[in-house]
């Protein structure tokens, strides 16, 4: 068991190393394209599915609450698979998804979409981001090494900060470790950089 442990540490530890050398500057240029959408009156959108979901609500509880720092809330929009919401959508719409619907509702030109995807292949998430391209919105997507298809849809406009892993678990360990250094660079740099 405690091989077992040893293991999970070291392989998490592994992918953290490959991320700061891989990641850094998309994790700079989401920053800044945060801040930038907030400074502008916009809104952040995010959505993700299965575990995802639970990541993209600790994002979005992140930017309207707070990270660490007492500050206004940023305006955040959660698209949501729960209670009323997706229960009437799927009973009206069967032919819509759930996402796709609150997006077109909430979506305006210079909003900006963060997706979580740690599969990178889920047609909810798939056709967010083409509803987002038609909207001229940018997506910023936090997927993992095998996400193919969700990289074939973003446009020049767009970021992927991908964790180095095909693994499912590791993928949704690092995205968590990137919404919450996205929450304290924003927050840095809106509140605590020196001019």
Known sequence: MLTKINDLFAEN?????AASKSLANNLCLATQNVVNCLLSGHKIIVCGLGRSY??????????????ELERPSF?????????????????????????QRQFNAVAQQGDILIVLSS??????????????????ISVIALTGNNSDHLRGLLTEND??????????SRILEGHLFLIN??????DHSLFTQSS
């Open 13 to 17: 530890i592994q992918i953290q190393i």
């Open 54 to 67: 639970a990541n993209a609500q600790c994002l979005v509880a992140n930017l309207i609450n707070r990270y």
């Open 75 to 99: 305006p955040s929009v959660l698209l949501s698979l729960e209670g009323a919401i997706g229960s009437a959508i799927m009973a009206d719409n069967p032919n819509e998804t759930l996402l």
């Open 119 to 136: 599969l990178g292949n889920e047609s909810p998430i798939l056709n967010v981001v083409q509803q987002a391209f038609t909207k001229e």
């Open 159 to 168: 970021l992927e900060i991908p964790v180095p892993s095909h693994r499912e």
């Open 181 to 186: 250094a996205l929450c304290e660079l924003i």
